[in-house]
Each structure stands twice: as structure tokens, then as C-alpha cells.
């Protein structure tokens, strides 16, 4: 204003060096109102003065080749006369030029260079002082800046209002409108806009080559461009889609620390002109801090990943998992473990609180094995033993169950340098398997109830198809005996007789179905089925007759009566499963397969045999086995004939003399009773019985051949005998 008034001028300006980007810049602008001019210091006629040191006085613009018309156009302002000087620091070196446009009178003479020369010279050092203030401000705001963004850093965990910090500093540091960062997605091999200002929540998306940022991106350089569409990398279509004028670019990658590409700052329309050098470096230190940002995220989000990755699995884990730390404290139970503990509820029942308090007195082997670990830090492991549950953890209706059947592993827990953190227990609670294992234990083997608890418990006891040899045996007369030895010793009786059978099932390999009275019921074959279960079958029965008869022996030195017994087998389809009501159920089996068995094992009794088995049963016998043919028979509640057999291998020369003589008169005579021949069967079944008077097939043969030749059997006879009774 000074200056004007000195020299009757419609207008002047000063423009100062801007030593960083090598750029005049008006600080001070009349008429115009404008804040900032700025152009590369040695263009324009201010430039050339500036460069050249000397002042000069033009009286028409328009002819000076330096002066510049397109700014006139743009302002709307008619320049004539020009009068620009230099100003100098006290070391006589450039610091700016004044610029005074349009004398209102005349033109510009020699005393108004004097005076301007000596105006500016007065007013180098205030111009010299209020420059270096700034500069000073400016360093310091943009190291408060930088301290905050760095602060972020160290101290935010999230990356997203972590980036739109950087990006916002960015902005505000270049003195442009905005700026985007751009992440590469390695998958589809695309930039995206991970934080994009002006933009709000839409995302932009492209190739990884194309575009400005692309080419960033590809070749790792820098590319600053002072006017966007005059690039052809520049698309201008992304203007078009957001109405948004790109004029100044200044495009950065953002690499980690291994020299990796992993996105691009771009920061768009720097006010005041194009970016200049110091814009780079300041871009390039917060591109820095950005990939900081970007690793230490990965970094936490790596450790969230597994973290969460190993809350799912441990959530997920069947046996409970409890973690303690350095003092015993309880850091850490899985759901499992707060279900063992009836604490689901209420977690804080177990958290934080000290080992001692949680396992109490009664569990002192848990605190044991906890303090072991501790001092030897090494594993220690403790099977199928109990853990006493508090009676307010466990409901007032299931205070019997007031322990748990459990393993228990106990491991030392160490950090990275291998000190100790403390130690994880894993219990597995083995209440149900046990309590299941010992009612199976009841009437199958140890081996077949630990391959079932293996394939999934009760859930394999449902309804099943299956090939399996049933066994069925019963005392003879034993209503007899009952009442002829009282209540008392029928008990004793009966228990002593089934554990000598039971025992024999079981290490055959059977399962005890159930006990019908006097009767038992067993099953080869069920719920697994093997290719030697007949042999199991028949080698059991084989194997109960010797016992009885060792059983017999004993009770006659005590003077007690002999206890006599019948089996029969069948082997056939079966259904089997868990099958009763809803209060109470029972593995068993059920078919037309079970039925036979039960028949043929009362058939005993008219044909004076011990062991029935059907010809099923036969087919399947892998062993050679001392087999009779008895007959062909048609079974009570049955239309289709089976054929039968009697298994011999239980008797001895002094149960069963004569033998093999015995067994090839039968046989001969059995031929000659299917061919209708009955006086010659008969003849050779009387035979037979003088070699073994006791032989109970023989005597019924002999007794129906006599029958058939007073009544013989229609001419379509088939040679199947029809029972009357079960």
C-alpha cells in the first residue's frame, strides 16, 4: 500500500523465494484478492528479474516478450506499465522481487525505481524476519504433526481411524483438497481405495497397471504431475464418475520394510500450484509411516487370527482345558470345563480365583499334580480316577453324582525365552463312559464294550440289520429242584450257575443278552459282527456242557443234586438295538432267527439231546466239529422246515461210549427212515441203543418208526417232523 501511494500505482505485489520448491509466491496481493501466487522463479518478468538481479521499468507490457497475457485473461485486469525491482538481504543476495503494475498517470521514470529500490530495501529484513517466522511455524506444526501421527502409531490399534489420520495429515501438510490410499488385493491383482477422502464409503477398484497409481505401483517411483489431463497415464473417466476436477498429482508407493510394493499414497490439487520437491519428501515420510501403520496392523490382526483361532478350538474341545499362571490362579477355562464345573452360568466362579479355592481340600491329587508340574516342569498324567465336585455346584436333584470319572493331564506352560508362565490342565470327563462302560461290561466283553464306547457309545446301539448266532440255554426241571431245595438255596444256586455260563459267553466272545428265569439268552455277533461267530456260538455251548458237568461233580461231593441243561443256536438275520420304553431300555435282539433258537433249544427234550443247532448255524462253522444229523423238523408257529443237528464234542468215552460205532448205526438207520423203510431202521435204531442204552435221538427214532408202521405217513411225505409244542 506503501508503495502504491509513493508511486501513484494502480497495484503492486511482492513475491517471495520459496528456497524448498525453487518458486516465487505472493504473500501480499491488491485489488486482486487473491492469497497466493505462485510460479517457478525464473519465468515471467518477475522471474527474469529475480534471476537476473536487475530492475526493470517496461511501459508496455504487451510488448515484452517476458510478460505473461493468459493472467490478464483469467483476472480480468488490463496491465500497462510495469516497474519490478529485486530485494536483497544484507548479503546482497535475492529474496524476492516488488512488482508494481499501472502508473496513473504517465509512465514509470527513473525517481520511482529510486524509490522503490529504496522501499524495498527498508523493508528486506522485515520481509526476511516474517519469512523465517513462518518457515520456523511451519517446521514446527508439521513436527507436531508428524509427533501425532507417530503417537497413533504406537498407540492405536486400529487400523482404519489410524489410516485416515495419516492421510488426513498428509492433506493438510501438502496444503492440497485430498488424497487416497491405495492397497494392492494380491488375489484379483487390483489397487483398491482403502482410505479414500471426498469419497466417503465408496470404494474404488482397478487393475494394479493401469492409471496413474498403477504405474506407481508397477515400477516403484514417485510421479509428481503438475496438470492431470495433459497426462495420458490419467483417467479421466474416474472424474466423470465422481464430479470431481483432478488438476495436480502427486503419486507416492508405500513399500514395507522388505523393499515390497504393497500400495500408493495419491494426493490431489495442491492449492496454490503444482507440488514441488519438499512436498515429495514430507509425502514420502508419511507414505513411511503409513506402511508402519499397515505392518503393525497385519501384525495385530495376525495375532487376533490366531488368538481367535485358538479360542474356537479350544471352545470347541470336548475335554475341558484350564489354564493357570505362575501363582496357581486360574486364567482360562474352556466351556467344557465350566460344564464339568456346573459354572457356565457364572464363569467368575472360576476365573481369577486360585487353584486351591476352586479344586478344594478334596481334591488334593489335583493341586499334587499341579504342584509337581510347577517344580519339575514336566508332564504328569493321571487315569480314570475322580474329581470331587462341591455339592451347591451340583443340582439338588443329582447330588449322587457329586464326583466326576476323569483323565487329567497336567502340562508346564513356557513363553518364548522358555521361562515358566504356568501350567495347563486338560480333563477329559469319562463319567459317561464309564457308567455306560460298566453296564456293558455286564454282559459283553471288555473288548467289545471298549470298540463300542470307540464308535460312538449309545449312538451305536440304534437299530441295526444284523447276521448274528443266538444262544439259548434252560435247566431241566428246574421247577423240580426249586421247590425240593427252598427259596434260599435256589438263589445260591442259580448265581453260582450263571456265573459259571456268563464267564464262558463272555470269553467267547458273546454278549449276555438277558436272563429268563433259569434261562439265559446270549448273542455272538451283536452289536459287531465278525466272520467266526457260529464257531463262538458252538465253542461256548461246548464249553458251558463241560462245566456243568464239572459243576455236577462238585455238587455231588456235597451231596447235592445234579443240575441238567439244554442249548439251542440258530444263526440268522436279527434286528438289533435298544429296544423297551422310555424309563427303561435294553440292548437286545429281536427276529424269526431269535424265535428259532428258543425253539430249538426245548427241542432237546424230545429228542434227548443236549445241543441243538440249526443247519443256518451250520453253513457258517469254519472248525470241524462232532456234528449228528437229527431231523428235518417243522417248528411251532413255523411253516418252512429247518434241518438240526446235535454237537457231540462235549461228551467223553464215559458220557457218550462207543462213539463212533454208535453214530454210524444212526446214521444208517436215519437212511433207512427217510426211505420209508421203518422195521429196517427200526431194527438197527434197537441196535444203536444196545451199544448206548442212554442215547436219546435212537430211542425217539426207534419209538416213531414204530409208530409210522401202524400209521404210516401219506405218500406226499417229506420226511419233516412237526412240532406240537415249543
Known amino acids: 500500500e506503501l508503495v502504491c501511494g509513493f508511486l501513484n500505482a494502480d497495484r503492486a505485489t511482492i513475491f517471495l523465494f520459496d528456497r524448498e520448491n525453487k518458486e516465487l509466491y505472493s504473500r501480499v496481493a491488491r485489488g486482486a484478492g487473491m492469497s497466493e501466487i505462485r510460479f517457478p522463479s525464473h519465468l515471467g518478468i518477475a522471474g527474469s528479474v529475480f534471476s537476473s538481479g536487475t530492475p526493470v521499468n517496461i511501459p508496455d507490457a504487451y510488448q515484452d516478450s517476458r510478460f505473461n497475457p493468459e493472467f490478464d485473461k483469467k483476472t480480468g485486469y488490463r496491465t500497462t506499465t510495469i516497474l519490478c525491482a529485486p530485494i536483497h538481504d544484507p548479503r546482497g543476495a535475492a529474496i524476492g522481487v516488488t512488482q508494481v503494475l499501472n502508473k496513473n498517470h504517465g509512465l514509470f521514470d527513473d525517481t520511482d525505481m529510486d524509490l522503490l529500490q529504496a522501499v524495498t530495501s527498508q523493508a528486506a529484513s522485515a520481509l526476511m524476519n516474517a519469512q523465517l517466522h513462518e518457515e520456523i511455524e511451519r517446521a514446527r506444526k508439521e513436527e507436531a504433526q508428524l509427533l501425532e501421527v507417530t503417537t497413533a502409531i504406537s498407540t492405536e490399534l486400529h487400523l482404519e481411524p489410524l489410516l485416515r489420520k495419516i492421510m488426513e495429515t498428509v492433506t493438510t501438510i501438502l496444503d492440497a483438497d485430498r488424497s487416497t490410499l491405495f492397497l494392492y488385493d494380491a488375489k ?420 434227548g439231546t443236549q445241543i441243538i443247532i440249526s443247519e443256518f448255524t451250520v453253513r457258517e462253522l469254519k472248525a470241524q466239529y462232532q456234528l449228528r444229523e437229527l431231523d428235518r423238523i417243522r417248528v411251532k408257529g413255523k411253516s418252512e422246515p429247518v434241518g438240526i443237528y446235535e454237537v457231540l464234542d462235549h461228551h467223553d468215552e464215559e458220557t457218550l461210549p462207543n462213539r463212533t460205532e454208535l453214530l454210524y448205526m444212526f446214521n444208517a438207520a436215519l437212511a433207512y427212515y427217510k426211505q420209508r423203510e421203518w422195521a429196517q431202521a427200526e431194527r438197527i435204531f434197537n441196535d444203536a441203543l444196545l451199544m448206548n442204552r442212554k442215547d436219546g435221538p435212537s430211542a425217539m427214532y426207534r419209538d416213531r418208526c414204530k409208530y409210522f408202521l401202524e400209521h404210516p405217513p401219506a405218500a406226499d411225505w417229506d420226511g419233516v417232523w412237526t412240532m406240537k409244542t415249543k
Open 188 to 607: 484379483p491383482k487390483q489397487l483398491w481405495s482403502r482410505v479414500a477422502q471426498g469419497l466417503g464409503t465408496q470404494e474404488i477398484r482397478f487393475p494394479s497397471h493401469l492409471g496413474i497409481a498403477g504405474a506407481v505401483f508397477t515400477t516403484g517411483q514417485t510421479i509428481n504431475i503438475p496438470d492431470a489431463y495433459a497426462d495420458a497415464r490419467f483417467n479421466k473417466e474416474i472424474d466423470k464418475k465422481t464430479g470431481y476436477k483432478t488438476d495436480t498429482i502427486l503419486c507416492m508407493p508405500v513399500q514395507n520394510k522388505q523393499g515390497q510394493t504393497i500400495g500408493v499414497t495419491q494426493v490431489l490439487n495442491k492449492r496454490g500450484g503444482p507440488f514441488g520437491p519438499m512436498d515429495e519428501r514430507r509425502s514420502r515420510a508419511f507414505s513411511s509411516q503409513a506402511s508402519i501403520a499397515l505392518e503393525n496392523a497385519r501384525l495385530f490382526e495376525d495375532i487376533l487370527e490366531v488368538k481367535n483361532y485358538n479360542e474356537s478350538i479350544l471352545q470347541s474341545m470336548s475335554n475341558g482345558v484350564i489354564t493357570l499362571d505362575a501363582e496357581a490362579n486360574i486364567v482360562k477355562a474352556n466351556d467344557a470345563a465350566l460344564r464339568l464345573f456346573r459354572a457356565e452360568k457364572t464363569p467368575e466362579e472360576m476365573l481369577g480365583r486360585k487353584a486351591v479355592d476352586v479344586f478344594g481340600e478334596r481334591n488334593g491329587w489335583v493341586l499334587e499334580s499341579i504342584r509337581r508340574v510347577v517344580e519339575s516342569r514336566k508332564p504328569d498324567t493321571a487315569m480314570d480316577t475322580e474329581i470331587k465336585l462341591r455339592d451347591d455346584a451340583v443340582p439338588e436333584h443329582d447330588r449322587r453324582r457329586g464326583a466326576a470319572a476323569v483323565n487329567l493331564s497336567t502340562v508346564p506352560l513356557f513363553n518364548i525365552k522358555g521361562e515358566p508362565l504356568g501350567c495347563m490342565m486338560v480333563i477329559e470327563d469319562i463319567t459317561k463312559e464309564k457308567r455306560l462302560k460298566g453296564t456293558m461290561a455286564r454282559y459283553m466283553t471288555k473288548e467289545v464294550a471298549d470298540k463300542l464306547l470307540e464308535e460312538g457309545g449309545e449312538a451305536a446301539l440304534g437299530g441295526t440289520l444284523l447276521k448274528a448266532s443266538v444262544l439259548f440255554s434252560d435247566i431241566r426241571s428246574f421247577t423240580s429242584i426249586s421247590e425240593r431245595i427252598g427259596a434260599q438255596e435256589t438263589v445260591k444256586l442259580l448265581n453260582e450257575y450263571f456265573t459259571l455260563m456268563v464267564d464262558i459267553i463272555l470269553e467267547g466272545g458273546g454278549m449276555l443278552d438277558k436272563f429268563i428265569g433259569d434261562a439265559i439268552m446270549a448273542v455272538f455277533g451283536a452289536p459287531f459282527p465278525t466272520p467266526n461267530d457260529a464257531d463262538n456260538a458252538v465253542k461256548a455251548a461246548i464249553g458251558m456242557l463241560r462245566a456243568c458237568h464239572d459243576f455236577n461233580r462238585r455238587r455231588a461231593t456235597m451231596g447235592q443234586d445234579p443240575v441238567y441243561m439244554g442249548l439251542g443256536i440258530n444263526t440268522d438275520d436279527v434286528l438289533a438295538g435298544n429296544i423297551g420304553s422310555l424309563k427303561r431300555m435294553d440292548y437286545t435282539v429281536i427276529g424269526d432267527g431269535v424265535n428259532l433258537a428258543s425253539r430249538l433249544e426245548g427241542t432237546n427234550k424230545p429228542y
